[in-house]
Structure formats: C-alpha cells, structure tokens
C-alpha cells in the first residue's frame, strides 16, 4: 500500500501537487482545481483535528461511515466515484483564483 512516508511515493504526490493550475480539468467530478484543494484541505484539517473544523455526520453517515470508509481504504485502490463526502466537506464558491506555492516538506 502506497504511503506518504515513502520517499518516492511522497515526491510523486508533490509533483502532482506542483504541477495544478487554473487550467487544469477535473479527471473525474465536477469541482475546478481551486474546489478540489480547498475540500482536500478540508479534510485533511479534519482528520488533523484542528478545532476550527468541526464535522458532524448525518444519519446515514452514522450507520454507513465506518463501514464505506473501511471498505475504501483497505488496498491501494483509488476512492469511487460519486461518493458522498458530506456536506461539511462540499466547496460550492467557484470562480476564486486558485494559486499554489510550489510545496516541499523536508
């Protein structure tokens, strides 16, 4: 399984990440670049537990989460399409300019 701690797989994701721009089309989805980074930081600011993000689940969420998020993460296969993320998680604005500093982590 691919993780972030291996040098190769880290290099790899920062290369990706550099290489966005407001030119660049969604692979699957409907979010531009801009979208996409903000819900990823989104998430990330979540899992971290930052005190400013705070996520409560819906119903569903409560019955099905563990069990869909365990049935996506348990090999290297890519998330599914359309899967639901919640609400808390949903970037809506369009339209903002989207800028990225190239990112480095040693």
Request: charged share 30%; glycine share 6%; hydrophobic share 35%.
């Amino acid at each position: 399984m691919k993780t972030i701690f291996d040098t190769s797989t880290r290099d790899e994701l920062l290369q990706r990440i550099n290489s966005l721009n407001e030119e660049c089309k969604p692979i699957w989805g409907k979010m531009n670049v801009y979208q996409m980074t903000k819900h990823c930081t989104i998430w990330n600011q979540w899992v971290l537990g930052k005190k400013d993000c705070i996520y409560k689940q819906d119903f569903l969420g409560k019955i099905f989460g563990k069990m869909a998020l365990k049935s996506n993460t348990k090999d290297d296969k890519p998330i599914s399409k359309n899967m639901p993320a919640g609400k808390a998680f949903s970037v809506k604005r369009k339209g903002r300019r989207f800028k990225i500093s190239n990112v480095n982590l040693d």
